[in-house]
């Protein structure tokens, strides 16, 4: 520590009238204690030090979130995103910039609508998993100030040729899924089309006649630029686990999506059928590696979020709907059911009719509940069941004055112990 001499010079006291004269004043001198540049760099490193610790504890937070959003399989036991996104968390943490995660899903509904899925629209299902969507980025924001983002790059376009949907069906879940975000004031969620990825379409906005109009060439510029004309999905789902996870999952919802289509009809035998199911599995994980392509290179600082099972080597896998004993369908390949605790569970529809009741929104097929007479109130009544248990009892019977009876009473506080939150509105 170096020090700094200052010299304080006599000073002379003027006389008043009637005073003693003043004695002399003795110079001091007076020694200020500056630091030296030894000082100040350990200064330096230890703000670094606590700061870059701080930025640490905040990633791990973070990490620690996605954990617990994400299902790993393949028996690892640690979480594999902590060694493969760390490094680009603490990279936005770092320059305190909200954290941008990307994930490619709501491709449209399976067109099978017979015993799989209830209708063409976004339903219960896709609102749980949006209402998901929201809860990790909320969680991230109480661990992050800057929060997060959830960019759901739709993929429907990239393969409705090969699973069916029509481009009216595709158009419309589109539509309908931005309204349900802007609804519930989701600014978190964001959406990307894939003629947007590309450049074909720059404005957020886009009419449904151009829409159309760009499905086709869509495709096709995207295998162009970003399909491997030497991939080969044979060896790849033979060696590499997660394109067989992929591989699997996708022959196996083709079987149901394509059993009453035009696709199964025209099989002339049921060999043929297979390779067909299995022919088109393929081509939808070549087209699905030319799509993350595309992803990578417009989001490469993006964290890498995916609806399918993996290693966790190269994405985060989150179930879209958790399940007790399996990773859960999406939301576009089957049915919710809600049971008398609360709790959803992904099913095919075929399977809910007959131990369920459905349940319409606005005319239209939304969800099963369990056939319990505990749904059976003597007031007009509609349930809304909540993401993350409870739910809503709302008056619909015209009347806000109109009093629950003994038996109504009943059922709310039995539902009350089995569900949590029970929150009466319009009486």
């Given at each position: 520590?170096?020090?700094?001499?200052?010299?304080?010079?006599?000073?002379?006291?003027?006389?008043?009238?009637f005073?003693?004269?003043?004695?002399?004043v003795?110079?001091?001198?007076?020694?200020?204690?500056?630091?030296?540049?030894?000082?100040?760099?350990?200064?330096?490193?230890?703000?670094?030090?606590?700061?870059?610790?701080?930025?640490?504890?905040?990633?791990?937070?973070?990490?620690?979130?996605?954990?617990?959003?994400?299902?790993?399989?393949?028996?690892?036991?640690?979480?594999?995103?902590?060694?493969?996104?760390?490094?680009?968390i603490?990279?936005?943490v770092?320059?305190?910039?909200?954290?941008?995660?990307?994930?490619?899903?709501?491709?449209?509904?399976?067109?099978?609508?017979?015993?799989?899925?209830?209708?063409?629209?976004?339903?219960?299902g896709?609102?749980?998993?949006?209402?998901r969507?929201?809860?990790?980025?909320?969680?991230?924001?109480?661990?992050?100030?800057?929060?997060?983002?959830?960019?759901?790059a739709?993929?429907?376009?990239?393969?409705?040729?090969?699973?069916?949907?029509?481009?009216?069906?595709?158009?419309?879940?589109?539509?309908?899924?931005?309204?349900?975000?802007?609804?519930?004031?989701?600014?978190?969620i964001?959406?990307?089309?894939?003629?947007?990825?590309?450049?074909?379409?720059?404005?957020?906005?886009?009419?449904?006649?151009?829409?159309?109009?760009?499905?086709?060439?869509?495709?096709?510029?995207?295998?162009?630029?970003?399909?491997?004309?030497?991939?080969?999905?044979?060896?790849?789902?033979?060696?590499?686990?997660?394109?067989?996870?992929?591989?699997?999952?996708?022959?196996?919802?083709?079987?149901?999506?394509?059993?009453?289509?035009?696709?199964?009809?025209?099989?002339?035998?049921?060999?043929?059928?297979?390779?067909?199911?299995?022919?088109?599995?393929?081509?939808?994980?070549?087209?699905?590696?030319?799509?993350?392509?595309?992803?990578?290179?417009?989001?490469?600082?993006?964290?890498?979020?995916?609806?399918?099972?993996?290693?966790?080597?190269?994405?985060?896998?989150?179930?879209m709907?958790?399940?007790?004993?399996?990773?859960?369908?999406?939301?576009?390949?089957?049915?919710?059911?809600?049971?008398v605790?609360?709790?959803?569970?992904?099913?095919?529809?075929?399977?809910?009719?007959?131990?369920?009741?459905?349940?319409?929104?606005?005319?239209?097929?939304?969800?099963?509940?369990?056939?319990?007479?505990?749904?059976?109130?003597?007031?007009?009544?509609?349930?809304?069941?909540?993401?993350?248990?409870?739910?809503?009892v709302?008056?619909?019977g015209?009347?806000?004055?109109?009093?629950?009876?003994?038996?109504?009473?009943?059922?709310?506080?039995?539902?009350?112990?089995?569900?949590?939150?029970?929150?009466?509105?319009?009486?």
């Amino acid at each position: 520590m170096s020090q700094t001499l200052v010299s304080t010079a006599p000073v002379q006291v003027g006389l008043q009238p009637f005073s003693r004269p003043s004695l002399p004043v003795e110079e001091h001198t007076v020694r200020i204690p500056q630091p030296s540049s030894n000082d100040l760099i350990k200064a330096a490193l230890n703000e670094g030090i606590k700061k870059g610790q701080q930025i640490d504890e905040t990633v791990a937070a973070i990490m620690d979130i996605l954990e617990t959003f994400s299902l790993q399989q393949y028996g690892n036991d640690v979480f594999m995103g902590r060694q493969v996104f760390g490094p680009k968390i603490h990279l936005h943490v770092s320059e305190h910039r909200k954290l941008p995660m990307v994930l490619p899903a709501f491709p449209a509904k399976s067109i099978n609508t017979q015993d799989k899925v209830l209708g063409t629209s976004p339903d219960l299902g896709e609102e749980l998993a949006l209402d998901r969507l929201n809860d990790l980025c909320t969680r991230i924001s109480r661990v992050y100030e800057p929060g997060a983002m959830v960019l759901i790059a739709t993929d429907g376009a990239c393969y409705n040729d090969l699973t069916g949907v029509t481009e009216d069906s595709l158009w419309e879940y589109g539509v309908t899924l931005r309204k349900m975000v802007a609804e519930k004031g989701y600014d978190c969620i964001k959406f990307v089309r894939i003629m947007n990825l590309l450049g074909l379409h720059t404005d957020e906005q886009i009419s449904k006649e151009d829409f159309v109009h760009l499905l086709e060439p869509s495709r096709r510029i995207m295998m162009t630029r970003y399909g491997d004309s030497e991939f080969d999905a044979n060896w790849y789902i033979q060696n590499d686990p997660d394109y067989k996870s992929t591989y699997d999952g996708y022959s196996k919802f083709l079987k149901k999506d394509l059993a009453f289509s035009p696709f199964k009809q025209n099989a002339a035998s049921g060999k043929k059928w297979k390779a067909l199911v299995h022919n088109t599995a393929k081509a939808m994980i070549a087209r699905g590696v030319a799509f993350a392509a595309l992803i990578r290179e417009r989001y490469p600082d993006y964290v890498r979020l995916s609806i399918h099972p993996s290693t966790g080597l190269t994405k985060i896998s989150m179930p879209m709907i958790p399940q007790p004993d399996s990773f859960s369908m999406t939301p576009w390949h089957c049915a919710v059911a809600v049971d008398v605790n609360g709790n959803f569970k992904t099913a095919h529809a075929g399977v809910l009719r007959e131990t369920h009741d459905l349940v319409l929104k606005d005319g239209v097929p939304y969800c099963f509940r369990e056939r319990f007479p505990l749904y059976s109130w003597d007031a007009k009544v509609e349930f809304t069941h909540l993401y993350g248990g409870g739910m809503i009892v709302r008056n619909i019977g015209g009347n806000s004055n109109n009093s629950l009876s003994d038996a109504d009473q009943e059922k709310l506080a039995t539902l009350e112990s089995l569900q949590g939150n029970v929150t009466l509105e319009g009486f």
